[in-house]
């Protein structure tokens, strides 16, 4: 395990927009820019859970044929 010096006191914590738990880094949604936690999200694909649940509905709708 590396440690890093940090120039500042306190680590600054970010909240994670969809579970809003602290997190010292977080992912931001390349979709909405949501700041999101790696566990409220798809970090590979670069999306938030909700773009991911967004994407996947459009996939399971849209890519049904219907002639
Ligand atoms: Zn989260
Ligand atoms: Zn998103």
Redesign the pocket.
């Known amino acids: 395990m590396k440690k890093t010096k940090s120039k500042k006191k306190a680590v600054k914590l970010k909240v994670c927009e969809l579970c809003e738990k602290e997190f010292e880094t977080l992912e931001t949604?390349?979709?909405?820019?949501?700041e999101?936690c790696k566990e409220c999200?798809d970090v590979g694909r670069g999306?938030?859970q909700?773009?991911v649940d967004y994407k996947e509905s459009m996939k399971n709708t849209s890519t049904e044929d219907s002639e």
């Open positions: 949604c390349q979709e909405c820019g949501t999101y999200g999306l938030c909700d773009c």
